[in-house]
């Protein structure tokens, strides 16, 4: 029910749903004991900064927007898991503190993007004559298969890809949860990051890495996978030999047949290599 007047502070109660309706459809249908009744509205905001200093802003306290949707959780808890290894790694001195900056860096432009959309949204559900037009305009398009793949992977955040430079589709971009094959027998990636550390996936000739300055605090695991690689957004990719992926699931770096940048990647993201 869409209230009249903005502004109210008070807990909403069941006598004021009850009066909405009444003035609307002229009864109330005789509504009664409401498990929840709350009051939202429609403001659409983001804070400027999600950092400054020893302050950061995650979830509904960095962007707030209607709930049409129901994007707001699954970015908000994304926000957090972005930024919960930086800051253990920031905190343990294992990284420098310009590693916070990439929190906003990546997650500013994800959240500014969800609130375009659900401001779209609540353009498409008005009542009035354009608006109904523009909604079945839109709805035609969603029948379509690229389209309709397109949506789905925005609202699920599937179609998140952070700007980790210049190279093969994955890289920035989350990694999918594979049925791997390792020496501890089947296992799903997302299995793998269970313990927050990150994994260095070696799909190539087994024992072909040496990362022993990073031991510490990166996963190398060997493993076998057949099947296709496929991303939500946007379909087949070749198969990697190597993916490196970071605690919160994205991919920080590729390998084809060699291991350049693989070094750089590991001190970008988990800190210089520990000497003797
Ligand atoms: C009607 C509605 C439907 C929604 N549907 C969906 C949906 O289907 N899917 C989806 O993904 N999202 C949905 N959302 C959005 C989702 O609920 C929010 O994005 C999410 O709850 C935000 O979580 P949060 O932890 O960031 O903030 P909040 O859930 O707001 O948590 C903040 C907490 O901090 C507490 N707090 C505030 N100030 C202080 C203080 N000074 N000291 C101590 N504690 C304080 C508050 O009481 C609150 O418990 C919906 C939202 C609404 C309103």
Same mark, same amino acid.
Request: net charge negative; hydrophobic share 45%.
């Given at each position: 029910?869409?209230?009249?007047?903005?502004?109210?502070?008070?807990?909403?109660?069941?006598?004021?749903?009850?009066?909405?309706?009444?003035?609307?459809?002229? @009864?109330?249908?005789?509504?009664?004991?409401?498990?929840?009744?709350?009051?939202?509205? /429609?403001?659409?905001?983001?804070?400027? @900064?999600?950092?400054? &200093?020893?302050? $950061?802003?995650? %979830?509904?306290?960095?962007?707030?927007?209607?709930?049409?949707?129901?994007? %707001?959780?699954?970015?908000?808890?994304?926000?957090?898991?972005?930024?919960?290894?930086?800051?253990?790694?920031? +905190?343990?001195?294992?990284?420098?503190?310009?590693?916070?900056?990439?929190?906003?860096?990546?997650?500013? #432009?994800?959240?500014?993007?969800?609130?375009?959309?659900?401001?779209?949204?609540?353009?498409?559900?008005?009542?009035?004559?354009?608006?109904?037009?523009?909604?079945?305009?839109?709805?035609?398009?969603?029948?379509?298969?690229?389209?309709?793949?397109?949506?789905?992977?925005?609202? @699920?955040?599937?179609?998140?890809?952070? /700007?980790?430079?210049?190279?093969?589709?994955?890289?920035?971009?989350?990694?999918?949860? $594979?049925?791997?094959?390792?020496?501890?027998?089947?296992?799903?990636?997302?299995?793998?990051?269970?313990?927050?550390?990150?994994?260095?996936?070696?799909? %190539?000739?087994?024992?072909?890495?040496? +990362?022993?300055?990073?031991?510490?605090?990166?996963?190398? +695991?060997?493993?076998?996978?057949?099947?296709?690689?496929?991303? #939500?957004?946007?379909?087949?990719?070749?198969?990697?030999?190597?993916?490196?992926?970071? #605690?919160? &699931?994205?991919?920080?770096?590729?390998?084809?047949? @060699?291991?350049?940048?693989?070094?750089?990647?590991?001190?970008?993201?988990? &800190?210089? #290599?520990?000497?003797?």
């Amino acid at each position: 029910m869409t209230e009249r007047e903005l502004g109210g502070t008070s807990e909403p109660t069941l006598r004021d749903l009850s009066e909405g309706l009444i003035r609307v459809y002229g @009864t109330d249908y005789g509504v009664h004991s409401p498990v929840w009744i709350t009051r939202f509205t /429609d403001a659409a905001r983001q804070a400027e @900064t999600y950092r400054k &200093g020893r302050v $950061l802003l995650a %979830g509904d306290a960095a962007h707030v927007h209607y709930p049409a949707g129901g994007q %707001g959780l699954n970015v908000g808890v994304q926000d957090a898991v972005n930024l919960g290894w930086k800051l253990a790694q920031v +905190i343990q001195a294992m990284s420098p503190e310009w590693l916070l900056d990439t929190y906003e860096a990546e997650r500013h #432009p994800v959240g500014a993007k969800v609130l375009q959309n659900s401001l779209a949204q609540v353009a498409l559900m008005r009542r009035d004559d354009r608006s109904q037009a523009a909604w079945k305009a839109v709805s035609e398009l969603l029948k379509m298969d690229e389209p309709r793949k397109r949506y789905a992977a925005m609202m @699920t955040g599937l179609d998140i890809r952070y /700007d980790f430079g210049e190279g093969h589709p994955l890289l920035g971009r989350h990694m999918p949860d $594979l049925d791997l094959v390792t020496a501890k027998g089947p296992q799903r990636v997302f299995a793998l990051l269970h313990d927050a550390r990150p994994l260095l996936l070696n799909l %190539g000739e087994s024992g072909g890495f040496d +990362i022993a300055p990073w031991a510490d605090r990166v996963s190398l +695991i060997d493993a076998l996978f057949a099947g296709p690689w496929e991303l #939500p957004a946007i379909g087949a990719v070749t198969a990697p030999t190597a993916v490196l992926v970071r #605690p919160d &699931g994205y991919v920080a770096w590729v390998g084809d047949v @060699t291991q350049v940048g693989l070094a750089d990647a590991l001190t970008t993201w988990f &800190g210089s #290599p520990a000497t003797e």
